[in-house]
């Protein structure tokens, strides 16, 4: 089996910073894709920042300039570091792993989620 545990969230001040963290534990062979999506009261998941196992990486638009992911490869490991806060990035986020399961039967890339972290930005 394999877990995603995030940690890291909190409320926030506009134009503080906070940094997530997501350790990926269990049957895995490699990590394809890890990072963050997040979602907001009343509004669907959204991509937040990831980044594949070569280094490329891919924001929102919203977030540009502002967040930063990364990865520890060698611990299974993601963050997401985020500056310059704003309200409207209160949200649930959720850590995302694309990844190969030695335990499932069949070999190849499987998507998990943790459990989400609260991230409220307010004064």
């Known amino acids: 089996q394999v877990q995603l545990v995030e940690s890291g969230g909190g409320l926030v001040q506009p134009g503080g910073s906070l940094r997530l963290s997501c350790a990926a534990s269990g049957s895995i062979d490699s990590i394809y894709t890890m990072g963050w999506y997040r979602e907001a009261p009343g509004k669907q998941r959204e991509l937040v920042a990831v980044?594949?196992?070569?280094?490329?990486?891919n924001y929102a638009d919203s977030v540009k300039g502002r967040f930063i992911v990364s990865r520890d490869n060698a611990k299974n490991t993601a963050y997401l570091q985020m500056n310059s806060l704003k309200p409207e990035d209160t949200a649930v986020y959720y850590c995302y792993a694309d990844l190969y399961d030695t335990s499932k039967p069949t070999y190849g890339e499987y998507d998990y989620w943790g459990q989400g972290t609260q991230v409220t930005v307010s004064s």
């Open positions: 980044m594949v196992k070569s280094g490329f990486t």
